[in-house]
Structure formats: C-alpha cells, structure tokens
C-alpha cells in the first residue's frame, strides 16, 4: 500500500478551497456564502497541519488555534449583520442586497 | 455541500467536512487541533449557524435559488479551477523543499503544544483574546433591536 504523503493533503486541501472558492462566488444565500468561507478556512487549516506534520515543526497547530479565533470571530459578527440586515430586508438573497449602491 | 438548494442540508455536510477533517488531524499526529476542530467548529461555530437558518427561515420563500448571472458562475468555476491547477503546479517543488522529516518524541501532545503556545505565541494570545472581545461587543450591538 503506498503511503500518504504531503502531496495527497495538498491536492485534497486545494480540492476544498476550490469548492469553496465555487460556493462564494456562485450562491445567493447569504448564510451558504459564509458556510463557503468557513469551508475555504478549514481547507487552509489542513494545509497548516499538513506543513506542520511534514516538516515536524509544531508552529503551524498553534496558527491553526488563530484561525479559529478568527474564524470564530468573523461569524459572530457576520451572523449579526445577516440578522440585522434580515430585519431590515426580510431576505437573505445577496441579490436582493442593492442598498449600499448610492 | 455547495450543490444542495436548501441551508440546513448543506449544513450538515458541512458537519461531515468538519468531522471528517479532524479524523485527518488525528491522522497527522495533531490530536488537540482535532479537539479544537469538533468542539469550536462543529460544536460552536456551526450550531450558531444553523441557530440563524432556523431564525431567518421563512416558510414560502424560495431559499437556495441559483446565481442567475451566468458570469458569475462561469467565474467561479473558473477560479476554483485555476486555483487547484496553481496548487498542483507546486506540488512537486514543494515535496522536494519541505520531505519528510521523521517526528520527534512525542511531537503534538499537549504538553509540547501548550509550552510553544505560552511562550513563543504569547503576544498573539492575547491579541487573539482582544479580537475575540471586540466581536463579542460588536455583535451584540449589530444584532440589537435598533441600531
């Protein structure tokens, strides 16, 4: 059986950050746009610990632990902004979102 | 995950991604970001998320519908694409740079992992703990009844 190597996490990592790069850009729900960043996030997370694991360097887990205070952080407030501009809309069609136009 | 019209289904594949993403920590002697992985994004992360599909999900409304505008879609397919081709390029380059290095003793435990974490990582702690903070406050004021 031939064994994992670095490169079969990199290809499985781009794989994810690709569909996340389609979900982004192809959806209009709001909240599948963010579950797409989430999944570009995670891609990048596999990356670090992939690098971390293959280089035997344990730097990369402890950014991993910063992603996901970002990460954290970014869908607490983006959550409240959806709610608040769903108050405001009643939509969450990204489409539908034309009022910052001017 | 991307394909499915509703949210919520595409929720839980997100839940498998995630699940299936800490089994490959596991994999690559990372068991406390495997942790990290269940409990702050398919615990935390994501029951917030479907916390707020319940609460916007309106009964009538057409949720999931497409991008209508082709060249949108016809972007993103072709930016994931040549993402993937730009990744693949690399690979053999970046074999060749980083190999394989054999693991020291005990190397992820968390031991070793909280050492480097309070020492060479100190100021990004508590940066990461003000930034965590200020969300807190900014989302409690965004979501408030009146602006």
Do not use: W
Request: with cysteine.
């Amino acid at each position: 059986m031939e064994t994992v190597t670095l490169n079969h996490y990199i290809i499985l990592s781009s794989i994810l950050f690709g569909l996340g790069i389609i979900g982004f850009v192809t959806r209009r729900n709001a909240l599948i746009v963010f579950m797409s960043v989430e999944l570009m996030l995670n891609a990048v997370n596999l990356m670090l610990v992939a690098f971390s694991r293959f280089r035997a360097d344990l730097s990369g887990q402890v950014m991993v632990l910063f992603i996901y205070t970002v990460a954290a952080a970014e869908v607490a407030v983006g959550l409240a902004l959806l709610i608040s501009l769903f108050r405001h809309m009643r939509t969450v069609d990204l489409t539908k979102f034309n009022i910052l136009k001017g | 995950m991307i394909t499915s019209r509703d949210p919520l289904p595409s929720a839980l594949g997100l839940l498998t991604v995630f699940i299936a993403l800490a089994s490959l920590y596991l994999h690559l002697n990372a068991p406390l970001v495997a942790i990290f992985q269940v409990t702050i994004y398919a615990g935390a992360i994501l029951v917030l998320v479907v916390f707020v599909i319940m609460l916007l999900m309106t009964p009538g409304e057409r949720f999931g519908e497409r991008q209508h505008n082709v060249s949108y879609r016809i972007l993103g397919a072709i930016l994931s694409f040549c993402t993937m081709i730009l990744i693949g390029l690399g690979l053999k380059g970046i074999y060749d740079l980083v190999g394989e290095q054999t693991l020291p003793e005990g190397f992820g435990n968390p031991g070793q992992f909280g050492y480097l974490f309070f020492n060479n990582f100190l100021l990004h702690f508590e940066v990461a703990s003000v930034l965590l903070l200020v969300a807190l406050i900014g989302a409690i004021y965004i979501a408030k009844k009146k602006l």
